[in-house]
């Protein structure tokens, strides 16, 4: 079962706990965007196989939203921070790093 720490009220959340919202970090377009880009938006991701950013709500609990990196092979959670952050911070990207030499974070289009 997964279980995410929200770093908003600080309880381990269960899945049932949970609600997902996609992948975290994305440009959000909108009025005035062009149809490829609103189109990008919807439709392009991803879907890599191992690091991966993602958004969750503490449904059952507070009801923010978070960002969590998890490995979507290995299920492991490298651990989560409050959805208002713009990059990873550097704990997380050095945990990631340590398991996957040569990941390096890149900046979401």
Not at 18 to 33: C, D, F, M, N, V
Not at 91 to 109: L, N
């Amino acid at each position: 079962m997964l279980t995410l720490h929200c770093p908003n009220c600080g309880i381990q959340a269960d899945e049932t706990e949970l609600a997902p919202g996609g992948e975290a970090h994305l440009k959000r377009y909108g009025p005035g965007s062009s149809d490829d880009e609103f189109h990008s938006y919807l439709f392009t991701r991803e879907n890599p196989r191992g690091p991966h950013f993602e958004r969750w709500r503490h449904a059952a609990g507070c009801g923010k939203w978070f960002l969590a990196a998890r490995d979507t092979v290995t299920l492991e959670v490298y651990g989560t921070y409050p959805a208002q952050t713009l990059e990873p911070p550097q704990d997380i990207k050095d945990a990631i790093t340590a398991k996957h030499p040569g990941w390096q974070w890149r900046e979401f289009s």
